[in-house]
């Protein structure tokens, strides 16, 4: 089956380190960490409890200011997507969008349920001691929110795989266009910090006491995150006929599933193994030629530990692995944006031609034998990947294509 | 004229290729076997009780199409039964549609994928987790819930059970996400992610999705009586089903080569998608269904006339049965029998993925349902079946599905080529 090329035209980030792709691109060069204490979780617990504390939160008073144009009832993270999706727009260099675009989020626990909504509805109904009473009307319906807005006849779809939901979702706006069953893609997620996720993570006794470390000796966990990004994907023939760079060519995408347990994946590594090999071979591409692995390294024990086997095996040890790096010691773990998010990274880091470093690294794990970028740095690389895991073992990886000589770093 | 722009330029779902249907599982209130589920469609007998699941609070409602003969057994069966009922359904239905299948499934883990679509998700659990975290101000709580708060929670637990190492996808599309389970699925088919799909659609009776449709005004018994017959004149909204229906989904020549037996084949898939509210099922820009129609034959390379029955997605609501006998008596003529298997089961959301096993029934073992209770109604143009009808042989059927926000999706199946 003859399979259209697709790029990456434009992107719309809403991010711990800032709004656009400039900013926080700058910011995560720059090592800086978004990850602090934050008093927004309503929690009456101890205070001084840290982990219970510490978030990657966006700037939430910025990014409402420009709310004036939405419906008053729009949920938060709608919200987020809207302005998300209004810049991937603009930065694609379009004035409006095809009419068959096809809409497609990755749902989350905040984007699907609308949680906070949710959770201030349940908390007046306890606090009145009365059973639910209502339910919000617009729950789970992101992806049609966002086709009405921009009035899109094109098919329209939530994919929730907890955090890998939202590179699953790319995948999916990859094969509609591939397949030429649309002609653009506006894909992205938008995850919120909420209670559910943060009490959840809490009681799992997976959330770091201070700023998470991916792939460092001490890591003790995760930081949450939140985030907005959207991503428009066309044709490059396309992209290439209103005369707009894009950032990167998609090659292809895998998913799979461990199937083992809930919340901890196949510590072999075989599983992950198998997938990027898929990725890989479904975008025809050889191991050795990727330049650059954005990994999902959340900073847990077991995760860090078996998708660094994973990569070991795929590629071999230390000097002959790719150069890797997570970002979530800058950003957190953005829950189901997290996977676009890493893509988006991936697509800055071909188009800038720079790697981003692994924030927060102090002591690299010395059984995590995997090169580990520990600051930006200039590269030639022309693959690169991004990795997404989740609860349940719904992983994705996603290939990406340098597709022109794209802008020099200037530091 | 009205009219779907994406139509107009020929953007709807899918090429040609068929798939066959090889292994079927039904959780639902007509039967939780396909033995069981058959019998009571040859039998016209529904699954109308009353509603004991929960209590609906300060709002008429008294019956509902639960199920309430349901056992998980075999293999774990114990712990299973300790699950939410989502995954209990979902684990029983994709075992029985495994079986049917016979595919190896333990020699290629990772060339089969799962695909569940659910309206609802777990959202009594949601709230039961929530309620106690806020309760207990995050002293009382089980944090071990928490995975299973999210979306995905049942399609892993499927995987999990039976050991599916392939793509593992949950889709929400509000009412319409069984369908869209079954064109992601036989996408995947098509561009080789997997070799066989199992793709299911499950929701469950629940207070919240009660309370959701309430607040919409789409239950039936609050502006007539409290009953579930499409079609019908006295029809005021719906009462609500739950289930899960799980169909094993093979490339049709695959599933010839390894010698299985077809059961029916999805010959061709369409959607259409319109701007809508999000609490609706229909807008002023009404989806062209010639256009939609047009397409689904196209792609199936059949005329008209090669349609022997058409499964409508009327859920007993004043607006989308009028819309959608419209739709199909002005396409099709008068004549083409209609039937609505919802009269069965209710409005079951996504276990509307069950529709399509009762047409896959249908035209495996030569025979239409009619619409339960149904007692005529002149204001319908089209030909709804009152009674069972039996045949020598049925070639092909379209189902059909609406969902809120805009999206109406239409199935061809076949009876397999020998």
Known sequence: MRRREIC?????????????????????????????????????????????????????????????????????????????????????????????????????????????????????????????????????????ILANRFDL???????????????????????????GECSCALVGCADTLCQLTHSGFYGLKSIAPDRCKPFDENRRGISIGEAAIVLILEPSEQVRQRRKEAYCRISGYSAN??????????????????????????????????????????????????????????????????????????????????????????????????????????????????????????????????????????????????????????? | MLCLRGAKKGKFMMDDGTVAITGMGVVSSI?????????????????????????????????????????????????????????????????????QSGYPLQQNPYEVGLVIGSSFLDIALVTKYMTDVLKSRLTDYRPLEFPNTVPNATAAHTAIELKINGPNVTLINMQNGAFSAVEYAVRMLRTGQAKMVFVGGVDVLARERFLHFQQLGRIAGAKGPEIHIPFSRKRNGFILGEGCGMLALEKAEDARKRGALIIAEIRSIASAYFPCPITEPLAADLPNTGLLYNRL????????????????????????????????????????????????????????????????????????????EYPGNSEMKSNILQKTK?????????????????????????????
């Not at chain 1, 699907?112 to 606090?127: C, H, K, P, V, W």
């Not at chain 2, 199409?65 to 009922?85: C, V, Y």
């Open chain 1, 8 to 144: 990456v035209s434009g992107m719309g980030l809403i991010t711990p380190l800032g709004t656009g792709c400039n900013k926080f691109w700058k910011n995560l060069l720059a090592g800086r960490s978004a990850i602090r204490t934050t008093d927004i979780f309503k929690f009456p617990v101890d205070p001084d409890e840290t982990p219970l504390h510490m978030a990657a939160p966006l700037d939430f008073q910025r990014i409402s200011g420009a709310d004036v144009t939405l419906p008053e009832d729009l949920y938060w993270g709608d919200r987020l997507l809207y302005h998300a999706a209004q810049q991937a727009i603009e930065d694609a260099g379009l004035a409006s969008l095809p009419t068959d675009t096809a809409v497609i989020i990755g749902g989350g626990a905040s984007s699907t349920l609308n949680i906070e909504e949710f959770e201030a509805q349940l908390a007046l109904d306890i606090a009145q001691d009365r059973p639910l009473t209502k339910v919000p009307p617009g729950i789970l319906s992101s992806e049609k």
């Open chain 1, 153 to 179: 006849y094109g098919p329209k779809l939530m994919v929730a795989t907890a955090c890998s939901s939202s590179s699953l979702a790319l995948g999916y706006a990859y094969d509609l266009i591939a397949m």
């Open chain 1, 257 to 411: 599933c461990d199937a083992q347990r809930m919340t901890s994946p196949d510590e072999t590594g075989e599983v992950w193994l198998r997938l990027m090999q898929k990725g890989l071979e479904n975008a025809s591409i050889l191991p050795q030629d990727v330049g650059y692995v954005c990994a999902h390294g959340t900073g847990t024990v077991i995760n860090d530990l078996t998708e660094s086997k994973s990569i070991q095996q795929l590629f071999g040890t230390n000097s002959t692995t790719p150069p890797v790096s997570s970002i979530k010691g800058a950003v957190g773990h953005c829950m189901a944006a997290a996977g676009i998010f890493n893509c988006a990274v991936v697509a800055l880091a071909l188009k800038h031609q720079v790697l981003p470093p692994n924030t927060g690294l102090e002591e690299k794990d010395k059984q995590c034998s995997i090169t580990i970028v520990t600051e930006a740095t200039k590269a030639n690389c022309n693959v690169a990947i991004a990795n997404a895991f989740a609860f349940g073992g719904n992983n994705t990886c996603v290939v990406f294509e340098r597709c022109e000589k794209g802008e020099v770093y200037d530091g």
């Open chain 2, 31 to 99: 039967g939780t076997t396909i033995e069981a589920f058959t019998e009571s469609l040859k039998r016209s007998r529904g699954g109308l009780t009353s509603l004991n699941r929960f209590d609906p609070g300060p709002f008429h409602a008294t019956r509902s199409f639960e199920i309430s003969d349901f056992k998980l057994e075999g293999k774990n069966a114990r712990a299973l039964m300790r699950m939410n009922k989502n995954a209990q359904y979902t684990i029983a239905s994709a075992r029985a549609a495994l079986e």
């Open chain 2, 297 to 372: 034959l196209r792609m199936a390379n059949l005329e008209k006339l090669g349609i022997d029955a058409f499964f409508s997605c009327a859920c007993s609501c004043r607006d989308i049965d009028a819309w959608e006998d419209d739709a199909i008596a002005s396409y099709f003529g008068e004549d083409l029998p209609v039937t609505a298997f919802s009269s069965f089961i209710g409005e079951a959301s996504d276990a509307s993925l069950l529709h399509l096993i009762a047409a896959g029934i249908c035209l495996q073992d030569g025979f239409l349902f009619p619409v339960l």
């Open chain 2, 390 to 418: 039996i045949f020598d042989t049925i070639d092909s059927v379209i189902v059909s599905r609406l969902g809120l926000g805009g999206s109406y999706s239409t199935v061809l199946l076949s009876r397999p080529e020998i």
